[in-house]
């Protein structure tokens, strides 16, 4: 069984500081991790996977994660906001237990104040 | 590489009516496609997987005979909602998964539909 906690709903940072969105998964399989986001009125874009290779990700517009095994954490990060960041962010775990349905958490909207 | 298409972006129709919203990949063959339904300020709730040529597995809780998913073929699928009513509004997302990295899925844009 998988499932997803992302912790914050609603996370407010100020243009230039450090953005942190917490995700926190559980899998009885080896967990394939993704972090996507949200504009309003649009599908989903990916920022990010983790795959079982390098537990340092680096993603698009600036944005990474660490895989941490002991800590079942994959949080996203990015050093500095940008106010096109502000959107609705979801984490999903993924992994073959018969199937590889995503399970997301969700979400959490940052908004990024001026 | 990988990309999903959703046709219409955007559908306003009469309760009782049905409608039909199309899924397409691209440039790669989807081996599964699914369906997901979002509502507002919500996280996306899966709906149905399908295979190519097979029927679709329903989640628990979604009516099937409502929610009509075909997968007639490697980079096609469509979701009919039928005799729908104002609270099948909603905005539908599809995503494909091909054979190269079966764990990981590609979304399409979404479509929104309202129902009056």
């Known amino acids: 069984a998988q499932s997803v906690t992302q912790l914050g709903s609603h996370v407010s940072v100020s243009e230039g500081a450090l953005v942190l969105l917490r995700c926190n998964y559980s899998?009885?399989?080896?967990?394939?991790l993704f972090w996507y986001v949200q504009y309003p009125n649009q599908g989903l874009q990916l920022l990010l996977k983790y795959t079982s290779a390098a537990t340092l990700v680096k993603g698009i517009n600036g944005f990474e994660a660490e895989f941490k095994k002991s800590e079942t954490s994959f949080h996203l990060t990015k050093p500095s906001a940008h106010m096109s960041d502000a959107a609705e962010y979801f984490c999903?775990?993924?992994?073959?237990?018969?199937?590889?349905?995503?399970?997301f958490g969700t979400g959490t909207r940052l908004k990024v104040l001026a | 590489g990988a990309v999903v298409s959703q046709h219409p972006s955007r559908v306003i129709c009469k309760s009782g009516t049905s409608v039909k919203i199309e899924c397409r990949s691209l440039?790669?063959?989807?081996?599964?496609m699914f369906w997901y339904r979002q509502f507002p300020k919500k996280s996306l709730m899966l709906m149905a997987t399908?295979?190519?040529?097979?029927?679709?597995?329903?989640e628990q809780g979604v009516e099937k005979d409502k929610f009509l998913i075909n997968h007639a073929s490697l980079t096609l699928s469509t979701l009919t909602v039928t005799s729908a009513h104002p609270e099948d509004s909603s905005f539908y997302i599809c995503?494909?998964?091909?054979?190269?990295?079966?764990?990981?899925?590609?979304f399409g844009p979404g479509t929104r539909l309202t129902v009056t």
């Open positions: 999903a775990v993924s992994g073959y237990s018969g199937t590889y349905k995503y399970i």
């Open positions: 399908s295979n190519e040529g097979s029927k679709a597995t329903y």
């Open positions: 440039d790669f063959q989807a081996t599964t």
């Open positions: 995503s494909a998964r091909g054979r190269k990295s079966p764990y990981e899925q590609y």
């Open positions: 899998s009885s399989v080896p967990p394939y």
